[in-house]
């Protein structure tokens, strides 16, 4: 299941976005979607951020 949310970037970080996702042929959003993903994936190898459980889903509200 996939969720969405809105981002706010300053303008310079969206030129920048925009440019590289039209270097790889691909939308906006898809890059932006992947670099996020990327980035939490990163934090959790460094450890910087715990792998989500089920009870960490329950105390949230599991939205």
């Known amino acids: 299941m996939s969720k969405k949310f809105s981002v706010t970037v300053p303008d310079s970080v969206f030129n920048d976005l925009e440019r590289l ?3 790889q042929g691909r939308p906006t959003a898809n890059l ?3 670099l996020i ?3 939490v994936r990163e934090a959790k ?19």
């Open 37 to 39: 993903e990327l980035g």
């Open 21 to 23: 996702a039209e270097l």
């Open 32 to 34: 932006a979607a992947f």
């Open 45 to 63: 190898e460094r450890g910087e951020l715990p792998y989500q459980t089920d009870t960490i889903k329950k105390d949230r509200g599991a939205a």
